[in-house]
Nanobody, 128 residues
Framework: QVQLVESGGGLVQPGGSLRLSCTASGSILNVHAMGWYRQAPGKQRELVAR???????DYADSVKGRLTISRDNAKNTAYLQMNSLKFEDTAVYYC??????????????????????WGQGTLVTVSS
């Protein structure tokens, strides 16, 4: 079973920085696009940033120039560098990944399935 584990959340003052990490583990053939989403209290979950396996990125307008997504394909890990944090960045941040999971394999064949996997979330609180 493929799992995503996030880390790096915490309490930070406005203008401060945090770095979130998200690592995929399990029977993985490939990790395709990875993304960070967030959900603030009383609001819907929204896309923060997304990165393809080739490194193409996409950002929400509200975070452009402040948050940077990157990944290490060898480690099946995505990062979110968060700079110049604002009060409104306070939320639970979730990692998501499109993964090809190996179901069965032998010397002659490989069976896999494509699925979207979510992490458990990590809380980021921006407060003075």
């Amino acid at each position: 079973q493929v799992q995503l584990v996030e880390s790096g959340g915490g309490l930070v003052q406005p203008g401060g920085s945090l770095r979130l990490s998200c690592t995929a583990s399990g029977s993985i053939l490939n990790v395709h696009a990875m993304g960070w989403y967030r959900q603030a209290p009383g609001k819907q979950r929204e896309l923060v940033a997304r990165i393809t396996i080739s490194g193409t990125t996409d950002y929400a307008d509200s975070v452009k120039g402040r948050l940077t997504i990157s990944r290490d394909n060898a480690k099946n890990t995505a990062y979110l560098q968060m700079n110049s944090l604002k009060f409104e960045d306070t939320a639970v941040y979730y990692c998501s990944a499109d993964v090809s999971e190996i179901i069965a394999s032998d010397s002659a064949s490989l069976e896999y399935r494509d699925l979207e996997v979510w992490g458990q979330g990590t809380l980021v609180t921006v407060s003075s």
